[in-house]
């Protein structure tokens, strides 16, 4: 299923886009898309019925904003250098183990909503990445089955990063990562029954019309499954956590000088298999 919410920033409702692309309205079965709905399994099962029986109301796409497809996310977990060729690219070693920061959930749009330039920033990047939801608890994960069994959903994310902020200021990366709108979420999180293969996915960003990431996540040092597991060893993850599995070659960071950093009127574009599209417009904050 592909689950989405719809409506003014912070007055969202649940909706689902069914396989003719249809918009439906869960609004009389559901009260919002969260960790709790996709760890409810009569819930979705559901849905499932309510979408196979046909009597979900279609919702008219026309001026309706599509707000961000999860809600109430309790953390956002980023994972740092997990793409070989990103590595290569930027001429850094490779990790013996994934890198790991936090990004606040304040920080999250729709997928169409406008991202905002700090003050002062000069050096603002794009990044596209694959999101995985947390349905289940997971603690100290031992298996890739447990790992991947605790997964709600896939969703497609754009890690917005200040690179002078993330690496020139000094202490962590959340400084780079942590400003308003600095992680447009959706356009909907499709269910893992319809996207079996995380490690299969075609990646794609542009920025103003010209193809900057181009990749797939078979690429990932370390796959979907690893980083839950690992992550899972340092801190437990809830339902309605996000985890950020990394960005591929093609940052603006990595190219040669002057280096194409985004500026106000630059218009941002992503598209990932079975995740749906993004278009973002950058403004000054």
Request: aromatic share 6%; proline share 8%.
């Amino acid at each position: 299923m592909k689950l989405l919410r719809v409506g003014p920033a912070g007055a969202e409702r649940p909706a689902l886009l069914d396989e003719d692309g249809t918009l439906r309205d869960l609004s009389a079965l559901v009260t919002d898309v969260d960790g709790a709905l996709l760890g409810d399994a009569p819930a979705l099962s559901r849905i499932r019925a309510a979408v196979g029986a046909r009597i979900l109301p279609a919702l008219d796409p026309a001026g309706l904003r599509t707000g961000p497809p999860l809600a109430r996310i309790g953390k956002i977990v980023g994972v740092g250098l997990n793409y070989r060729r990103l590595a290569a690219e930027t001429r850094s070693v490779v990790p013996a183990e994934p890198v790991l920061f936090l990004k606040a959930a304040d920080t999250v749009v729709g997928p169409d909503d406008p991202v905002l330039l700090p003050p002062g920033s000069e050096k603002t990047d794009w990044e596209i990445e694959l999101g995985v939801v947390i349905a289940h608890r997971a603690r100290r994960v031992e298996t890739d089955e447990d790992a991947l069994a605790a997964v709600g959903g896939y969703v497609l994310a754009h890690d917005v990063s200040e690179r002078e902020f993330q690496f020139t200021r000094g202490g962590a990366w959340v400084k780079g990562k942590n400003y308003e709108t600095f992680t447009p979420l959706g356009p909907w999180l499709v269910t893992p029954d319809e996207l079996r293969d995380p490690q299969a996915l075609r990646l794609r960003l542009w920025v103003n019309g010209d193809l900057k990431q181009d990749d797939s996540t078979a690429d990932q040092i370390f796959p979907v499954a690893e980083v839950i597991r690992y992550v899972s060893t340092f801190m437990t993850l809830y339902p309605g956590d996000v985890i950020l599995t990394g960005t591929p070659a093609g940052v603006a960071m990595s190219r040669p000088d002057p280096k194409p950093y985004l500026r106000a009127g630059d218009v941002v574009e992503l598209e990932g298999t079975g995740l749906g599209r993004q278009r973002q417009e950058l403004k000054d904050a």
